[in-house]
């Protein structure tokens, strides 16, 4: 077994090793930690073992799993088309402006409205529909 010192903490579990000192003799059964024999009687289901933190990338990013699924909403379809509409922004979002919608909300809605009262129309003409119902009302 390893001495003091070392990093072999770093392979299999503090069970493991303090029974391995027991049995080369490392550590006399007087000296054997409280612990170990209930350890003995009543074992982990799973092992605790040292696991080691994965080693970084060339930019010293972390690998993680893409868990985060892509959300799509129809209406996000009638964002992107007003955005590609206006390009200015602040035709779109102005925030001085005290209306409790703002352009992009109110087309967002009406594009809503129409989506669900007749699903079976394709969004380019949903769309077209709601650019004369908002260019009518200003």
């Known amino acids: 077994m390893t001495t003091i010192g070392t990093r072999a903490h770093k392979f299999g579990s503090i069970y493991s090793r303090v029974k391995n000192m027991l049995q080369s003799g490392l550590?006399?059964?007087e000296n054997k930690p409280i612990w170990f024999d209930?350890?003995?009687a009543f074992p982990p289901e799973r092992?605790?073992?040292y696991a080691a933190p994965?080693?970084?990338d060339?930019?010293?990013l972390i690998p993680k799993?893409?868990?985060v699924k892509k959300i799509l909403y129809p209406e996000d379809w009638a964002r992107v088309a007003v955005k590609r509409m206006f390009n200015d922004f602040k035709s779109v979002y102005d925030l001085n402006e005290q209306a409790d919608a703002n352009m992009s909300q109110r087309v967002v809605e009406i594009?809503?409205?129409?989506h669900q009262a007749e699903p079976h129309l394709s969004n380019e003409e949903i769309f077209?529909?709601?650019k004369k119902i908002v260019f009518k009302d200003n």
């Open 111 to 114: 594009f809503r409205k129409i």
């Open 65 to 67: 799993d893409n868990t």
């Open 58 to 60: 060339q930019f010293g």
């Open 128 to 130: 077209s529909r709601t």
């Open 27 to 29: 550590i006399s059964q």
């Open 38 to 40: 209930v350890y003995e």
């Open 47 to 49: 092992e605790p073992v």
């Open 54 to 56: 994965p080693s970084p």
